[in-house]
């Protein structure tokens, strides 16, 4: 029985089948049938671009890491005697203004103690938490060394005087800062230190008032355990009612003094400055590395923090050179120029806080040395050279 070729008579339901489509005959109908819609097209087209975009930055990291490394490298494979120890640096690192520290945190470990790791170059991180705790660290480590020289304490730690033999360990011999807001602290703290007294603040007022308090709670106690037992004779009528304390009562009061006593403990007193106190300890003041740190936040500097998350491999090429002059150790005197370094910075927090000035004595500042690029890379030592 042959099939039909008359009209399509429409159904009962009023639906008719629609017309076959034409199979495309030309080489671009045939590509075109081919391909997948135009949401999946645009789906797998953004794909692809941000997967690209990774994978080239994490290429071009890689090998900016290698190319920075192999230059210092050679620190690495120099030989070290049987009582040297390794070179050491101090690294501080504070909250960028508006942000967290997490931020400088991952900028240290993924830019520059990869560097501090191919230069052998041993390293202690410090945190700054809150603005002035890093140039309270800074002063308190110089004032330490002053005391030392001057033989108001001992070098070594009551347990270390203990111990039958004290274990070599490095000396730091440079500090590092990340951002402008760290290298005020640290020459901050590096003017305070030279300036305070060698002698200790005293502390009278403090104990005095926690002898106060510690009075004051144990005078009620007494007062107390003293007190007379009631006569028997009185009557049970007339004797009026005592409230006995509850247990939450007691707890209320006793945490209610601890408020007050800490209210009324003052601060620890200040430790004089003055420039009549001025000296400098004898091994002199830590040369000071400058890496920049430029923290984007805003919406404004969206486009800039876009760029910046597909090309971190800037980031290595420029923190890998101020690395290079802490890995090297050259140094020069700090000139009075070099009090703006990071200035460059300032736009980006001054939504936050105000610019950084950096205000030390001039004495303090000829004792500065800041580190720089080195002339000439050493060359590693060869193996019969070592032999000799």
Not at 32 to 53: C, D, N, Q, Y
Not at 110 to 137: C, N, T
Not at 307 to 330: H, I, P, R, T, W
């Amino acid at each position: 029985m042959e099939p039909s070729t008359g009209p399509i008579t429409p159904s009962p339901s009023g639906y008719t089948s629609p017309a076959p489509k034409p199979v495309p005959t030309t080489f671009s109908g045939k590509l075109r049938a081919r391909l997948p819609s135009r949401g999946w097209m645009i789906f797998w087209g953004t794909v692809g671009t941000l997967g690209g975009l990774v994978t080239r930055d994490h290429y071009l990291t890689v090998a900016a890491k290698k190319r920075v490394a192999d230059k210092v490298d050679v620190l690495a494979k120099q030989s070290c005697g049987v009582q040297d120890m390794p070179r050491k640096v101090t690294v501080y690192l504070t909250a960028p203004p508006g942000d967290g520290i997490h931020k400088t945190r991952h900028y240290f470990k993924q830019f520059i103690k990869p560097v501090f790791d191919a230069a052998a170059l041993d390293y202690e991180v410090r945190e700054g938490l809150s603005e002035g705790q890093i140039q309270a660290m800074v002063a308190a480590d110089v004032r330490r060394k002053r005391r030392v020289a001057a033989g108001k304490i001992s070098e070594l730690t009551e347990e270390e005087q203990q111990k039958p033999m004290v274990p070599m360990k490095s000396v730091s011999d440079g500090i590092v800062v990340l951002g402008r807001i760290a290298l005020g602290e640290v020459l901050q703290g590096y003017n305070d230190g030279c300036l305070q007294s060698l002698d200790d603040p005293e502390p009278v007022i403090v104990e005095a008032k926690i002898e106060e308090s510690t009075t004051e709670e144990t005078t009620p106690e007494s007062s107390t355990e003293s007190s007379p037992a009631p006569e028997a004779s009185e009557s049970s009528e007339s004797a009026e009612p005592v409230a006995t304390p509850t247990p939450e009562d007691t707890k209320a009061s006793t945490e209610a003094k601890k408020e007050e006593t800490k209210e009324e403990k003052p601060a620890p007193a200040p430790i004089p400055q003055d420039e009549a106190y001025f000296s400098v300890p004898p091994t002199g003041l830590e040369p000071v590395g400058y890496i920049p740190f430029k923290n984007l936040t805003g919406f404004r500097n969206f486009h800039k923090k876009l760029f910046a998350l597909f090309n971190s491999y800037d980031c290595v090429e420029y923190a890998g050179s101020s690395v290079m002059k802490v890995a090297f150790a050259q140094t020069k005197d700090m000139e009075e120029a070099d009090l703006e370094i990071g200035r460059d910075e300032e736009p980006l927090f001054q939504k936050y806080r105000g610019p950084v000035e950096i205000n030390i004595l001039e004495r303090v500042r000829e004792q500065v040395k800041i580190f720089v690029t080195p002339e000439n890379i050493p060359e590693a030592k060869k193996a019969d050279e070592e032999e000799l």
